[in-house]
Nanobody, 122 residues
Framework: QVQLMESGGGLVQPGGSLRLSCAVS????????MHWYRQAPGMQRELVAG???????NYADSVKGRFTISRDSAKNTVYLQMKSLKPEDTAVYLC????????????????WGQGTQVTVSS
């Protein structure tokens, strides 16, 4: 059973930093792209950042220059380093992995974590 577990959220003051982690566990063949999304109360879920299997990254305009996504393929883990945090960054941050569960899969599958709360407030 594939599971994603996020960690690292919390309460931080404006201008502060946090580092989120998302570890993929279970029996899998290969992980493709990994993404961080966020969802604030009453808002749609939005893509924050993504990284593919060769390390190419993409970011939402609202976080460019402040957030950095990275992955450790040996640990099946993706990170999101967040700096210069703003109150509008407050949300539940969720991790998504696109992966092949077995080597015989014709298509990839998507798995989501439960999310970790990030609150930016003074």
């Amino acid at each position: 059973q594939v599971q994603l577990m996020e960690s690292g959220g919390g309460l931080v003051q404006p201008g502060g930093s946090l580092r989120l982690s998302c570890a993929v566990s279970g029996s899998i063949y290969e992980i493709g792209a990994m993404h961080w999304y966020r969802q604030a109360p009453g808002m749609q879920r939005e893509l924050v950042a993504g990284v593919n299997s060769v390390g190419d990254t993409n970011y939402a305009d609202s976080v460019k220059g402040r957030f950095t996504i990275s992955r450790d393929s040996a640990k099946n883990t993706v990170y999101l380093q967040m700096k210069s945090l703003k109150p509008e960054d407050t949300a539940v941050y969720l991790c998504k992995a696109v992966l092949w569960v077995t080597r015989w899969d014709a298509h990839t599958s998507e798995f989501w974590g439960q999310g970790t709360q990030v609150t930016v407030s003074s």
